[in-house]
């Protein structure tokens, strides 16, 4: 079982302590997800909402279900809501075309798969996983990386190699966990 899956067995069993670690663990990629439909302005109380609903929804989690993307459609529908409150103002055209299709599901899946990336990441050695970081989300070089590190170019190439096939490994071996389930 992975570990979104356990939280949401534990929140599905009321466990209070459950709503406080799934906050911990997708409040920053559901706030991010979030304020991109209803904007900076209003993401923390749409947020708020969520983790309400999550928390009066916690019996309809099935452990079958991909956790991450039960609760990322649960977000999406307070964003929804929240958009639709705004008919007497002007929608811009961003958010309507960020709504639109699957009922956003494709977004959400999006923003889902980028947590469980973010959660794989964290479980990588630190070396291994700082030098991802710095590749993917500050977009340095493997050059730039070994003079931020202050370690040899060869040394930001082989941690660079062995993060990402054990990254890889990691998320696909949760993957095929939660498509496992799907199966019974």
């Known amino acids: ?3 979104g899956q356990a939280l949401g067995v534990r929140l599905a069993r009321q466990d209070e302590c459950a709503l406080e670690d ?4 997708y409040g920053p ?3 991010t997800y979030l304020r991109r439909y209803v904007g900076p302005d209003e993401a923390e109380d749409v947020l708020q ?4 609903d999550v928390w009066r ?14 609760l990322f459609t649960i977000a999406h529908h307070r964003a929804v809501d929240t958009v639709r409150r705004r008919r007497a103002t002007v929608v811009d055209v961003d958010t309507v075309r960020g709504l639109i299709g699957e009922d956003g599901r494709e977004t959400a899946a999006r923003y889902a798969d980028a947590a469980e990336v973010r959660a794989a990441l964290a479980r990588l050695p630190d070396h291994e996983r ?11 070089t493997q050059r730039e990386i070994a003079t931020h590190l202050d370690v040899p170019l060869g040394t930001v190439k082989a941690r660079a190699s062995r993060g990402t096939h054990r990254l ?3 998320i696909t071996d949760e993957t095929d966990i939660d498509e496992g389930h799907h199966e019974r």
């Open 1 to 3: 079982m992975d570990p």
């Open 130 to 140: 700082t030098v991802l970081q710095l590749a993917y989300y500050e977009d340095l």
């Open 29 to 31: 990629a559901l706030l």
């Open 22 to 25: 799934i906050y911990a663990a």
């Open 49 to 52: 909402r969520t983790f309400l």
């Open 168 to 170: 890889a490994g990691l």
């Open 57 to 70: 929804s916690a019996g309809r989690y099935e452990p079958e279900q991909r956790f991450s993307s039960w």
